[in-house]
């Protein structure tokens, strides 16, 4: 059995997750990672169901107790802030929509917490995420990452970034399992969190709405700018392109006679561009910044099945290789692809790779 790296939220599933790892024999050590940095114009602004809240990490301690488990929390604040939060800020300033659920995975739980993971002598990091990973033989085959059992819980589209490495390095006992036996073994493990509600939006921002905590954390990025149509017709004015994203309907300040939508940031003019509901599809996206989870990217054209979001259903496509990144045609036309959003492909249940949607 090996040494394991446990990243606990205080969360029912990284519970959960520690205590199967640990009734299968292995030696787990529990951490909490310390991810919210320290601002100082800002000092109310902390989730208490966030990783980092003392409650969060008082949960995560008392299961390390009820495990008989050592447990340590961990000082991830200045890479998080490096690598998502100030990610999360330059995306929408240059007219993108971020998802910093992806590079807290890539660059926080399963590459620096990697690295901590080795100084403490473990072979692995495990988290409470719902996907499967199948490992392969050294040296023939290779790692390949599944969705989950539960469709209603899968998160493989989070975890697209995911390399032969990292999964070689990974633990995800819960891609076995439904959210509601992963409460019910909770109960009968007598784990304080069994019945502790989710956290369902992103965990560094403390409003209703993202654009306060832009506002509020990095005011500089926003200037005000024209609100115009595809016909470049001045019909309002907006605060700043960082707070609005391809899609969005609500709180234009427009007055039309049909519903617009955000069909497009133009950020060389600083324009916010609407149109009706119809300007919204599109038919050919390109990726970039693309991860291929076997192998090379397919040069010649192959099928496959997208999602361009985490709840979205998936769409057959068309992929090929175009210069450095992916070129994805899809079968019908789709609504509101999102430049900077995640575009994952799959083959039945299993992640092909997946990239970053630029155009």
């Known amino acids: 059995m090996a040494r394991v790296i446990v990243g606990m939220s205080g969360g029912v599933d990284s519970s959960v997750t520690a205590a199967l790892l640990k009734r299968a024999g292995h030696d787990v050590i529990g951490v909490t990672l310390n991810v919210w940095p320290d601002l100082p114009n800002m000092p ?24 008989d488990i050592p447990y340590y929390v961990l000082n991830f604040k200045e890479a998080f802030e490096d690598r998502v939060i100030k990610d999360f ?10 998802n910093p659920c992806i590079r807290c995975n890539q660059f926080i739980k399963f590459d620096a917490l990697l690295v901590k993971a080795r100084q403490l002598g473990a072979a692995f990091v495990a988290t409470g995420h719902y996907a499967r990973i199948e490992h392969g033989t050294q ?7 599944r969705k989950a059992a539960d469709p209603t819980k899968d998160q493989s589209y989070v975890l697209y970034v995911m390399t032969q490495e990292r ?3 990974a633990m995800m006992p819960l891609g076995d399992y439904a959210k509601t036996e992963t409460r019910r073994l909770a109960a009968e493990l007598g784990l304080g969190v069994a019945d502790k509600p989710e956290s369902q939006d992103i965990c560094f921002v403390p409003f209703k709405r993202y654009t306060e905590f832009i506002e509020r954390y990095a005011p500089e990025v926003l200037q005000p700018g024209p609100i115009v149509d595809r016909d470049g017709t001045v019909l309002g004015e907006h605060r700043g392109i960082a707070l609005h994203t391809v899609g969005q309907r609500r709180g234009l300040g427009v007055a039309a006679g049909q519903p617009l939508f955000v069909t497009e940031l133009d ?21 970039e910044d693309v991860n291929w989870i076997v192998g090379e990217a397919p040069v010649e054209p192959l099928r496959a099945m997208a999602k361009a979001r985490y709840r979205a259903a998936e769409v057959a496509c068309t992929v090929w290789r175009d210069g450095h990144g992916l ?33």
Do not use: K
């Open 139 to 145: 040296g023939s085959e290779p790692n390949r990452l």
């Open 44 to 67: 109310e602004m902390r989730r208490e169901d966030a990783c980092c809240a003392l409650g969060a990490v008082e949960d995560a301690r008392r299961v390390a107790d009820a495990l």
């Open 267 to 287: 950020v060389v003019n600083n324009a916010v561009v609407v149109g009706g509901p119809e300007e919204l599809l599109r038919s050919t996206c390109a990726l």
């Open 89 to 98: 800020v330059s995306t929408y300033a240059s007219g993108r929509t971020p």
């Open 327 to 359: 070129r994805v045609e899809f079968e019908l036309p789709q609504r509101a692809i999102t430049p900077g959003q995640a575009l994952v492909l799959y083959d039945g249940e299993y992640v092909l790779g997946g990239g970053t949607i630029s155009r």
């Open 167 to 169: 999964l070689g390095a």
